[in-house]
């Protein structure tokens, strides 16, 4: 749970009031994946009372393990995330009615679900990560093998093989 009193928020000088969180990544409930969110997770941002509900904005630190497609190794990256949302607290939708309760928000929901949707598809640890040799399994980042690893389009393989036959 990450709350924020409303008393607070609606009492803050100039309207915003900051906020600041740093909780462990396992009491979040993510998705196990092809990644996992280790560590801590740090959260700061501002909120104000619009009138019509309670706008949040701020920036979240999260760490992410994983394998790299390409080389098979682990790694590992920071991450920074951005949010920026309007909890509505006069025509609540079930979500937002979830979260605004009666003298406070809760935000965790909110980062989780940032957090998710900003993880990229594919798990590269560079971008010229050379990967893993086909033939041999050697990991072409560390070293250097003989291998020829020439790639033959499938239908230029059998052409070849035709004309061999002749
Ligand atoms: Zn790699
Ligand atoms: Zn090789």
Redesign the pocket.
């Known amino acids: 749970m990450m709350k924020i009193k409303l008393s607070d928020v609606n009492n803050a000088s100039g309207g915003k009031y900051k906020f600041a969180f740093v909780m462990p990544a396992g009491e979040f409930d993510f998705p196990t994946d092809n990644y996992r969110i280790d560590g801590t997770i740090k959260v700061n941002g501002t909120i104000e009372n619009t009138g019509a509900g309670y706008h949040v904005e701020g920036s979240i630190n999260c760490h992410r393990c994983f394998i790299c497609d390409r080389c098979l190794e682990n790694a590992a990256e920071d991450q920074l995330h951005t949010f920026d949302e309007v909890y509505e607290t006069e025509d609540s939708t079930v979500q937002d009615a979830d979260a605004v309760g009666s003298d406070s928000i809760d935000i965790a929901d909110l980062v989780r679900d940032i957090i998710i949707a900003g993880q990229p598809i594919s798990n590269i640890c560079k971008p010229d990560c050379k990967g893993l040799?086909p033939?041999?399994g050697?990991n072409l980042n560390k070293s250097e093998?003989d291998?020829d690893?020439t790639v033959i389009d499938v239908r230029l393989a059998v052409l070849k093989n035709l004309l061999k036959k002749n």
């Open positions: 040799c033939k041999c050697i093998c291998c690893r």
